[in-house]
């Protein structure tokens, strides 16, 4: 290739082996927990969400170590990473980018906004007017930018990564249903066990952790693995179990919204991730079950005759698709 030639994303990049992804996560997994104390699941549940291709929302309270997983995890696989801080003045126009005229070429010229990154970190999302919350769905569903008529691509891999506080209700806005559902999945830190608090306070009291990190991997190995796992396989038995679940959410009694299709997809992918990052190119139900709270569980709209306050409903639905899961036959063997 010529030296002033640049690869092009749209070219499908060549799988890895499996042995070559259980390495590859297996390194960020290990760099990552060395800047985010007691967090394997959460790095865990972020790795899956990067390689089938989704988005991660992560709600918690402030200090928790939101935001500096997300820096970590850049920094591990040496792609960009763009922080977008949302405020009640923060235009779409900040996110998506605008055309200014340019006085030499007398021309309009595109200036990305914050969008375009590898990974972007929209920190406290919930901030932010429903308005400019919406600039970020064609980027989310479609990896593209729709501006003045032009079509711009995101360079892959593509991962919005927003947090919000779930307990301060001053001056935010609710995050819209078509926007909670984009996002493949929902975590919480939570605070660190103890003993992993005492082991921050020990190795990062003096310095940021974060400024250790050095790069395992690239953003072209990352293409690559995504690309096989895409080609997991997913048996007739799985499919099945996995819609077992998905109308089960959409008959329940409490629930007035179930999952949508759309989870449906987001589950099976994220199955495909989470067996391949564990050596296998099949899925098995281990993995729905591993996976289905975190996907399943922020979509779900409770009916108002439930009796569920507001302030409560994470928990609830949390806890109606471990009902379900408990509930659910298993797939049998063989099939």
């Known amino acids: 290739m ?20 259980v390495a590859t996560t297996n390194a960020i997994r290990s760099t990552v927990a060395g800047a985010i104390e007691g967090k394997n699941e959460r790095i865990d549940t972020a790795l899956v969400v990067l390689l089938a291709q989704g988005h ?17 995890l850049g920094r591990a696989i040496d792609c960009t990473v763009h922080r977008i801080q949302f405020t009640p003045d923060l235009l779409p126009s900040d ?5 200014i005229y340019d006085q030499e070429k007398r021309a309009f010229i595109f200036k990305p906004g914050g969008i375009f990154a590898n990974i972007v970190v929209g920190d406290e999302i919930n901030r932010a007017s429903p308005k400019t919350q919406s600039a970020l769905l064609e980027a989310m569903g479609e990896r593209q930018v729709s501006a003045d008529g032009q079509t711009h691509p995101l360079e892959a891999p593509f991962m919005v990564v927003a947090t919000q506080n779930p307990i301060e209700m001053e001056g935010t806005y609710r995050l819209p249903e078509a926007q909670r559902d984009r996002f493949m999945a929902r975590i919480t830190m939570g605070y660190p066990a103890r003993s992993a608090e005492l082991a921050m306070l020990e190795h990062h009291s003096a ?7 050095m790069p395992v991997t690239d953003a072209q190995t990352i293409r690559a693995i995504i690309s096989t796992v895409r080609g997991v396989h997913v048996s007739t038995a799985i499919a099945e179990y996995v819609l077992d679940i998905i109308s089960a959410t959409r008959s329940h009694q409490s629930i007035r919204l179930g999952a949508s299709p759309r989870a ?18 099949y899925v098995i139900p281990d993995d729905v079950q591993a996976l289905a709270v975190p996907i399943l569980a922020h979509r779900l709209i409770f009916s108002g005759r439930s ?9 609830a639905a949390e806890s109606v698709i471990e009902s379900i899961l408990r509930q659910t036959p298993l797939p049998e063997r063989g099939r």
Do not use: N, W
Not at 207 to 213: H, N, T, V, Y
Not at 265 to 276: E, G, I, N, T
Not at 307 to 315: L, W
């Open 2 to 21: 010529p030296a002033h030639a640049q690869p092009r994303d749209d070219i499908e990049p060549h799988a890895v082996s499996i042995d070559d992804v």
């Open 56 to 72: 991660l929302l992560v709600e918690d309270v402030p200090g928790v170590g939101k935001t500096a997983l997300v820096r970590a």
């Open 95 to 99: 996110i998506t980018g605008v055309s």
């Open 207 to 213: 310095a940021s952790p974060l400024d250790e990190i």
């Open 264 to 281: 449906t997809l987001h589950l099976v992918r994220a199955c495909r991730a989470r067996a391949a990052m564990s050596g296998r190119d």
């Open 307 to 315: 009796g569920v306050p507001s302030h409560e409903t994470a928990h």
